[in-house]
């Protein structure tokens, strides 16, 4: 994304910038997002995972 805005910025006669300095933050923003909530999915599903397997009445069946 970041070389596609730099080629966009390098070709076009328009300015771009402010619009391209608007966005690269956001989608830093959105991305950091994303990844944070997968990780705590993530994080809750070990937890379980680990609580059922550290439970008497739970046993693996294949």
Do not use: I, T
Not at 11 to 26: A, E, I, K, T, V
């Amino acid at each position: 994304m970041c070389r596609r805005g730099e080629l966009l910025l390098a070709l076009s006669g328009q300015d771009l910038r402010p619009y391209w300095h608007m966005l690269l933050p956001f989608s830093y923003a959105v991305v950091s997002g994303a990844v944070g909530s997968c990780s705590v999915l993530f994080a809750k599903s070990l937890s379980n995972l680990l609580r059922l397997a550290l439970s008497n009445g739970y046993q693996l069946h294949s």
